[in-house]
T-cell receptor, first 113, second 107 residues
Framework: EAQVTQNPRYLITVTGKKLTVTCSQNMNHEYMSWYRQDPGLGLRQIYYSMNVEVTDKGDVPEGYKVSRKEKRNFPLILESPSPNQTSLYFC????????????FGSGTRLTVV | GIQVEQSPPDLILQEGANSTLRCNFS?????LQWFHQNPWGQLINLFYIPSGTKQNGRLSATTVATERYSLLYISSSQTTDSGVYFCAVEQNNDMRFGAGTRLTVKP
């Protein structure tokens, strides 16, 4: 089944403790992206990647890192999480960066205390 | 960057009613997609509709690209239609989401 897989689904952590949220897709998509969703703000893009070793900042990149060493994986790294990064996170992918066939993962609900 | 506005922000319907959700965008776009986020948080593609009209069962969508808006119609609403509906647009690989319309359908 074609899908985007995020892990974990839920995560509670403490301020300052480094964490990684994994994202993997099995559709050979070139484009992958991370979003955060906060009440009343819709989805805001954190980082995106057009292909392996090519990443760019989205609208809200501060406090986040990403890497794209392989086509299928696009992990989101929080080096020193803070409470304002408590949010619902989504990974998404598409073949070429178009909205056509845009596929989201199931989401990761992160709480930083 | 391009601005995307959705209206209304909240909508409460009785089961069986019809509704229209609107998405306005501030500039010409290459692509437009409607998504439904169900109460469990999953985001599901509804329509890829950069222009024209499409229908899928009780749902249909129309985009008038020259006037920079898109409409999502839900007819004979059901409780399973509840959730948040997002409009997303793309302009030269820059993707923007609206803030969404939260729909509640009461039995």
């Amino acid at each position: 089944e074609a899908q985007v897989t995020q892990n974990p689904r839920y995560l509670i952590t403490v301020t300052g403790k480094k964490l990684t949220v994994t994202c993997s897709q099995n559709m050979n998509h070139e484009y992958m992206s991370w979003y955060r969703q906060d009440p009343g703000l819709g989805l805001r893009q954190i980082y995106y990647s057009m292909n392996v070793e090519v990443t760019d900042k989205g609208d809200v990149p501060e406090g986040y890192k990403v890497s794209r060493k392989e086509k299928r994986n696009f992990p989101l790294i929080l080096e020193s999480p803070s409470p304002n990064q408590t949010s619902l996170y989504f990974c998404a992918s598409s073949l070429s960066g178009s909205l056509y066939g845009y596929t989201f993962g199931s989401g990761t609900r992160l709480t930083v205390v | 960057g391009i601005q995307v506005e959705q209206s209304p922000p909240d909508l409460i319907l009785q089961e069986g009613a019809n509704s229209t959700l609107r998405c306005n965008f501030s500039d010409s776009v290459n692509n437009l997609q409607w998504f439904h986020q169900n109460p469990w948080g999953q985001l599901i593609n509804l329509f890829y509709i950069p222009s024209g009209t499409k229908q899928n069962g009780r749902l249909s969508a129309t985009t008038v690209a020259t006037e920079r808006y898109s409409l999502l119609y839900i007819s004979s609403s059901q409780t399973t239609d509840s959730g948040v509906y997002f409009c997303a647009v793309e302009q030269n690989n820059d993707m923007r989401f609206g803030a969404g319309t939260r729909l509640t359908v009461k039995p």
